[in-house]
């Protein structure tokens, strides 16, 4: 049974930063690609990065250039270092195999930006 651990969630005013992490378990993390993806109140749940076993990234548009994907697989720990934050990152994000998800998802961890 895979299970999902999200932390590093906060509050934080517009321009800061947050970096999460993801503790992973119960899959061979080192060979799964993997992604953070995050649901905004009234929204569906979207994909924003992905980081495959063999490093590549891909970044949805709207975070390129300000968020960072990476994953450390000695440690089984995924993690997004996010810059440069707006109101629009307001949401609940979680970490999960990509393009396509386990079954389990974590509880999530919460990024609120706001003034």
């Known amino acids: 049974q895979v299970q999902l651990v999200e932390s590093g969630g906060g509050l934080v005013q517009p321009g800061g930063s947050l970096r999460l992490s993801c503790t992973v378990s119960g899959s061979i993390f080192s060979i799964q690609a993997m992604g953070w993806y995050r649901q905004a109140p009234g929204k569906q749940r979207e994909l924003v990065a992905t980081i495959g076993s063999g490093g590549y990234t891909i970044y949805e548009n709207s975070v390129k250039g300000r968020f960072t994907i990476s994953r450390d697989n000695a440690k089984n720990t995924l993690y997004l270092q996010m810059n440069s934050l707006k109101p629009d990152d307001t949401a609940v994000y979680y970490c999960?195999?990509?393009?396509?998800?386990?079954?389990?998802w974590g509880q999530g961890t919460q990024v609120t930006v706001s003034s």
């Open positions: 999960n195999a990509a393009p396509i998800s386990y079954g389990a």
